[in-house]
């Protein structure tokens, strides 16, 4: 990526998600990698699978965020079916995600969950963080709305 974007804001990263993924008509698991300036360092599509469900493993996660430096990551996801609300799944692979990215130094800043023009933040839903949690760092995402 040439030019390395700066997403410092949730509107930068929500435009950007909903471009790429908006129009996909299957699931596509995608990681944005970053510097430690916010700058878009690598974009990878990690799975593709059908129209309800694509895999994620945790080797490739580290894999890839190891193999660009990244010092945070955004996870995206896309739901063809048009449903913003995260699974159970969803929530229980970013929290497994969440951990093992922590093991490397690398900060997960939120997923995002794109269907149509219409996305989900992980972050501003409070799934990010335990109760009483005091690491809340990254990327303020204060509403739901698309751009």
Known sequence: ISNRQVLT????????????LAHEPIEHFMMLCLDNRNRLIAEETLSQGTVDQTPVYVREVINVALK????????????????????????DMTTELKKALGLVTVTLHDH???AGFEFVSFKSLGLLYRAGSTDRVG?????????
């Open 9 to 20: 804001s949730c509107a930068a990263v929500q435009h950007y998600c909903v471009t790429r």
């Open 68 to 91: 660009h430096h990244a010092k945070a990551v955004i996870l995206v996801h896309n739901h063809p079916s048009g449903e913003t609300e995260p699974s159970r799944a969803d929530i």
């Open 112 to 114: 995002l969950i794109v």
């Open 139 to 147: 990327l303020s995402c204060p509403d739901q709305t698309a751009p």
